[in-house]
């Protein structure tokens, strides 16, 4: 089988002969008390790399506040944390280090010493560290402790810059970092080792500083466990949410991106352009073949399996079950900040308080989706949806709306699911399931459990097995510089398109090579490919979502096997030149479309900008 083929290959050598990948590492910030979809997606698969790879996988947290003993015990009791997996902390784990350690670890000798003991208007002290707050309640120093009581690191955050100042047992000064990221680099670096490794990257805010961390012999990815669109948005283009600018701004710099639909991963490439190092895996599920779809249940039986907030617009499944006609009962499993809002909602209706109970928060809620014929989703975006998946393996129907990515993806409507687009639709669609005879009921149970092994385990697991066999074959790049910009023009023709051309009549022009235009906020990105005569186009539909004002950077992007070269385009001055203006003190030049100026100008370091007026 293939599987198995791609198994051997990915295996490789037990000795570290840095020829293939030793070890799997899996980053996140936390594993919260009540965690949602991306702690149960990571934990998931990890087991299944540890079951079905043979691998082992170090789950690597940087959260202070973590009790990592208690995670581990919470995690083994529910059985999310199976022998081949760990779960390691920055904090506890340095908490340990003895002073030749610590002198190993520290990033560097500054003469400050230890900060002096501040009187604090308020503190938080736990067993681990001691939180010291001002008035406004805002953290200014954190005191990390060791098991014996004593100071192993003061975080000092009360000057100008931040200092984290390591402390021997003796109480002496030993080093200090000045930014938060090279503590966590510098125990990536003792957690992992030498060997080659993969780090896949699953947190959001660790992507705001990760894409500084390079090593030789580490392949880092990141998972897009959402959309990387703002919920307004209505093109690929942007604008984008903001979470997750710092991984568009530097996604190149990965060694892969995994995206969980081929329709989130279209999107990306028509603002930022192709690269075989952008991957589609999904979520999976297991998936069982006892007979799930003909399992006892009543029909008039739904759920809501979500986190109470904003996002996941809970009032519309209430919208919408309100205006069912037939008696049903809908449960919702989760919490958050809106439960109060909600629970009002239901105790001021008599057919909501009838109809819907609220359960709170429960673990393991996906085994009991067979106790449900049918289930809710209303969010406003995802990034899959793997409650839906977990629904279908266990024949309960998804009535979920049809947003940018994920149901779509996952069900096919009206033959193992629904696809609906507001509450009124999502009350005709239970309306109809209500009403469907028993024989049809139970084969599009059946039908969803069919679709959900799409995404089983073993299927999924396959698909990171074959990235893992993809990046062990592929030779590891050597650390980059900068590439020289590459001469070029812009210019706009009769229609307000903007055309930029690469003076460069030599260069040569691969297939999936482009020109890529991305406003300096980040917001929003446009890749147009090169023709063959150099040249590529950015229609006046397009620009004109950009925002009055924004500077806009135009360059080159050539995809290798492993890693994206950009180029500048460095400005030439000529054509398309019709006005000489002052624009941000750089010299520029105008051009008018349509009554919206689009202005060519040359930066200070010599290279192509373009500003919107």
């Not at 059985?79 to 908490?95: C, S």
Request: charged share 25%; aromatic share 8%.
């Amino acid at each position: 089988m293939i599987f198995n083929r791609l198994l051997r290959r990915i295996r490789g050598s037990a000795t570290p002969a840095h020829d293939g990948i030793d070890r799997v590492f899996d980053l996140t910030w936390s594993i919260p008390q009540e965690y949602g979809g991306l702690t149960k997606v990571m934990l998931r698969r990890s087991r299944t790399f540890v079951t079905q790879l043979g691998r082992s996988v170090d789950v690597l947290t940087l959260d202070y506040r973590l009790d990592v003993d208690e995670a581990r015990a919470r995690l083994r009791a529910s059985g999310e944390l199976i022998d081949g997996m760990r779960v390691r902390n920055a904090w506890d784990e340095v908490a340990t280090y003895d002073r030749r350690q610590l002198k190993a670890f520290a990033g560097t000798r500054t003469g400050g010493g230890i900060p002096e003991a501040r009187e604090s208007a308020e503190t938080h002290s736990t067993s681990r560290y001691v939180e010291h707050l001002d008035s406004a309640g805002k953290v200014e120093r954190v005191d990390h402790l060791r098991a014996d009581g004593s100071t192993w690191l003061i975080d000092d955050r009360t000057g100008e810059k931040r200092r984290l100042v390591l402390i021997d047992h003796d109480g002496r000064y030993v080093g200090e970092f000045t930014r938060a990221r090279d503590f966590y680099f510098a125990w990536l670096d003792a957690a992992i080792g030498p060997d080659q490794a993969v780090l896949i990257n699953e947190s959001k805010y660790i992507a705001t500083f990760l894409f500084h961390y390079r090593r030789d012999h580490i392949r880092i990815g990141q998972v897009l466990h959402n959309s990387h669109l703002h919920p307004t948005s209505d093109s690929p283009n942007g604008p984008f949410t903001k979470s997750r600018l710092d991984i568009l701004r530097h996604w190149f710099d990965y060694d892969f991106i995994v995206f969980l639909t081929q329709k989130q991963k279209a999107d990306f490439v028509r603002a930022f352009g192709d690269s075989p190092t952008l991957v589609v895996i999904p979520n999976s599920t297991a998936v069982s073949d006892d007979g799930l779809g003909e399992a006892s249940r009543s029909s008039d039986r739904g759920a809501v399996v979500a986190r109470l907030t904003g996002q996941k617009r809970v009032d519309h499944a209430l919208t919408a079950v309100s205006e069912v006609g037939p008696e049903m009962t809908l449960d919702i499993i989760g919490d958050g900040d809106k439960r109060a809002e909600l629970e009002r909602t239901v105790h001021d209706s008599d057919v909501l308080s009838r109809r819907v109970t609220f359960t709170g928060h429960v673990d393991g809620a996906a085994a009991r989706l067979s106790d449900y014929s049918f289930l809710l989703l209303t969010s406003s975006f995802e990034g899959m949806g793997v409650v839906l998946i977990e629904a279908m393996a266990r024949g309960c129907v998804p009535i979920a709306y049809d947003i940018r990515y994920g149901p779509s993806d996952i069900i096919d409507s009206g033959e193992n699911g629904y696809l609906v687009d507001d509450p009124r639709q999502m009350a005709a669609a239970i309306t109809a399931l209500l009403d469907t005879d028993a024989s049809a009921l139970a084969a599009l149970r059946q039908a969803a459990i069919a679709k959900a092994r799409t995404f089983s385990d073993e299927s999924v697991t396959e698909r990171w097995a074959q990235l893992f066999a993809d990046l062990q074959e592929t030779p590891r790049p050597p650390s980059k510089r900068a590439p020289d910009p590459q001469p070029g023009e812009a210019a706009l023709d009769s229609c307000g398109d903007v055309i930029i051309r690469l003076s460069d009549d030599s260069a040569q022009h691969g297939a999936d090579d482009a020109i890529v235009m991305t406003t300096r906020d980040g917001y929003y990105s446009f890749a147009s490919a090169i023709t063959a005569d150099g040249t590529a186009t950015f229609t006046a539909d397009q620009l004109a979502r950009v925002p009055s004002g924004a500077i806009v950077d135009v360059w080159r992007q050539t995809p290798g096997p492993d890693r994206i070269a950009r180029h500048r385009i460095a400005w030439t001055g000529e054509g398309g030149a019709t006005e000489t203006v002052a624009a941000d003190g750089v010299e520029a030049h105008a051009d008018d479309a349509g009554g919206r100026a689009v202005v060519p100008y040359r930066t200070v370091k010599g290279n192509l900008s373009l500003k919107v007026g």
